[in-house]
């Protein structure tokens, strides 16, 4: 009975996939859904071009396809089967081992994302589970990324060998100009990554202690913690958002910096939100601008969790009175009830400040904060354009800087988060 066999039996929707047995020192295994992708094999030279880390390293494709796949697609499926198994033959002295296989997309409905994540990580699971490898790194890939050379290093050195730590979300970087797009494909995708950046440093100023960035094709997580997460979700986008949100809490999850992801800047529309789907829009539109949150949001989460300790130390009954100090936009959010039974029902269960804070978070966390962004941008806030959202916040924190245009932004928004 290995570590992982209970979920296996219990959890996964797949026999066993893969029949060669995996080498016993093998500590990180890729895993990639693929979809209509025939261009694969620039993601498998660019690892190929990694440089080789202590352990062995598979890399494991999954082609899928969804119920509605048209007979072009489900050709350039086989195609890429054929591409990546010419590919191995070719590269036969690459130091990882590639296995490539079909999920048989007409057994189970609803393939997307999600599911396909799910059934090359589940058999990522199953052989580290072969080899008793509990600390196995299953990484997280899509078929139209790139990687920087020390990859596998830098997952190995900073997450295999840390005991302490159990995932990650891996720094990233869309391409921002080259020859493979139109140029308001690269306009777009800098105002999208400009937008993902200035959330991601706005939850930091409101003092939110899980700031994560929830890109799919760059997380990275232990065998273990993702069984005890309960694997992956098979929802059709998002996915990778929500399965980040059930790994925070258990601890051990940080920022990687110290490599790059370099994600595709096309759009697409296979999904219904996220980088493809933001893409399309501003494109389709001929947006001049992209908006986002307004910088009051994260003041008023801000003032919010500045009152945890406020909330702590007050009495039951005073509770009622509190909630008065709650930012205006957050009290239209917040049932003024259900918060109080929250808060009673914490202070009740928790002895201590930090104990207090941990069950505070684990309750008004990323969802709900997306949630609550969505919900007072619809009447209370209007949102503003991302640079100059980005330029006020900069200003809030501080930094004076004379950045004007949007590319000039997210560069020193990169660099804030690289050097952090």
Not at 58 to 87: M, Q, Y
Not at 149 to 170: G, Q, T, W
Not at 281 to 295: E, P, Q, R, V
Not at 346 to 372: A, D, H, L, P, Q
Request: hydrophobic letters at 40%.
């Amino acid at each position: 009975m290995g570590f992982a066999s209970t979920y296996l039996n219990e959890r996964a929707l797949f026999p066993q996939q893969i029949n060669e047995a995996p080498d016993r020192t093998t500590g990180i295994i890729v895993v990639v859904p693929a979809y209509n992708e025939p261009g694969l094999t620039k993601l498998l030279d660019s690892l190929a071009n990694c440089t080789e880390p202590e352990c062995k390293v598979e890399v494991i494709i999954v082609i899928n396809a969804p119920d509605d796949a048209t007979g072009e697609n489900l050709e350039n499926n086989k195609k890429s089967i054929i591409d990546t198994e010419n590919w191995k033959k070719i590269n036969s002295n690459i130091f990882f081992r590639l296995f490539v296989f079909e999920a048989e997309h007409h057994f189970i409905g609803g393939w997307g994302v999600g599911l396909a994540r799910k059934t090359g990580m589940d058999e990522a699971v199953r052989r580290f589970n072969s080899i008793d490898k509990p600390d196995g790194i299953i990484l997280n890939l899509d078929a139209d990324c790139t990687v920087e050379r020390n990859y596998f290093l830098a997952v190995s050195n900073e997450l295999l060998k840390k005991d302490n730590l159990a995932a990650c979300s891996i720094y990233f970087e869309h391409p921002l100009s080259g020859n493979n797009y139109p140029d308001t494909i690269f306009k777009y995708i800098t105002l999208y990554e400009l937008h993902l950046r200035y959330y991601f440093q706005g939850l930091a100023y409101s003092g939110f202690p899980y700031v994560f960035h929830t890109v799919g094709s760059a997380i990275a997580v232990k065998a273990l913690a993702y069984i005890k997460a309960g694997g992956m979700n098979r929802k059709k986008a998002g996915e990778d958002f929500y399965f980040i949100q059930k790994l925070v809490p258990a601890g051990g999850y940080f920022n990687l910096n110290s490599t790059t992801v370099y994600p595709s800047p096309r759009a697409s529309s296979r999904v219904p939100f996220g980088t493809g789907a933001s893409i399309g829009k501003l494109n389709s539109d001929n947006s001049s601008t992209l908006l986002t949150y307004n910088m009051l949001a994260f003041r008023e989460l801000r003032t919010f969790f500045e009152l945890i300790d406020v909330f702590f130390i007050c009495r039951n009954e005073e509770l009622h009175e509190h909630f008065n100090l709650i930012p205006q936009g957050l009290r239209l959010f917040l049932d003024q009830k259900e918060w109080i039974d929250k808060m009673m029902e914490v202070k009740n269960n928790t002895s201590g400040i930090e104990s207090f804070k941990k069950r505070f978070y684990v309750w008004f966390n990323m969802f709900r904060i997306v949630k609550y962004l969505n919900y007072v941008h619809l009447d209370f806030f209007e949102k503003k354009p991302v640079d100059s959202s980005a330029s006020e916040l900069l200003e809030i924190r501080g930094i004076t800087l004379d950045l004007k245009e949007p590319l000039d932004l997210l560069l020193y928004y990169r660099s804030m988060e690289k050097n952090s």
